[in-house]
């Protein structure tokens, strides 16, 4: 089975959501958790990635301090 996520504007949602509907369509709304998850999730933006050597020194610098 496939999954296909539409977002369509509050406006046109109740006809949209009829016409899918007729062409026998399930439509799933989202849970309040589900949409927290989506919220967060695309707020995440990538960093920069360390390189080797600053690895290297995080773990030199760890494990000195044991």
């Known amino acids: ?4 996520i539409i977002n369509v504007p ?4 109740t006809l949209v959501k009829l ?3 007729e062409l026998g ?9 589900k949409q927290l998850a989506q ?3 695309s707020n995440i933006k990538p ?3 360390p390189g080797m050597e600053e690895i290297v020194a ?4 760890m494990r000195d301090g044991l």
Do not use: C
């Open 39 to 41: 919220d967060i999730n």
């Open 19 to 21: 016409l899918l509907k």
């Open 47 to 49: 960093g920069p990635k």
């Open 58 to 61: 995080e773990i030199k610098n």
């Open 10 to 13: 509050e406006k046109k949602s």
């Open 25 to 33: 369509v399930k439509i799933q709304s989202n849970s309040n958790a």
């Open 1 to 4: 089975m496939e999954t296909l």
